[in-house]
């Protein structure tokens, strides 16, 4: 289990596909003004697979994986809006028809996430959005990278 924990930390400290975590919410009137293009279906067929990912979660913990081919991914989490304790999870990732990002993470304790969202490039990056052009959403950051 410290094995774990410490690569777990190693991911975080030395990975290079996580962003600088500042600004990773964003209201959607914030990330209109970063001029974003909403990513087709066909775009993430050719960027996702076997791409780098990172991200922070509603609750402020920070995620990174990889989108496995085969739409496997093992999720890493340091925890911080949860226990703080770091940990791994399961999961798998899938593009939907209408070109969203999906992925169901079945972490080991509580329940399982389930999420679908549109990405979109700004002129800092990725966002993930749950909605296109919807005041009422917030838009988070997504690393991407190879």
């Known amino acids: ?49 076997g791409a780098k990912m990172s991200r922070m979660n509603e609750k402020g913990s920070r995620h990174g994986w990889t989108n496995e081919p085969n739409g496997d991914m093992i999720v890493s989490s340091d925890n911080r809006g949860g226990n703080g304790r770091p940990s791994t999870a399961p999961g798998k990732w899938t593009i939907a028809d209408d070109g969203r990002f999906c ?19 700004a002129s800092d990056g990725y966002y993930a959005v749950t909605e296109m052009d919807s005041e009422a959403h917030k838009a988070f950051k997504l690393g991407i990278s190879r």
């Open 103 to 121: 992925m169901v993470v079945q972490w080991k304790k509580g329940e399982s996430e389930e999420t679908c969202r549109f990405i979109v490039k």
């Open 1 to 49: 289990m410290r094995t774990l924990r410490f690569v777990v930390l190693a991911l975080f400290v030395g990975a290079p596909a996580l962003p600088a975590w500042a600004q990773d919410v964003l209201t959607y009137t914030e990330l209109k003004a970063k001029a974003p293009v909403a990513l087709t279906r066909a775009d993430l067929v050719a960027l996702l697979p």
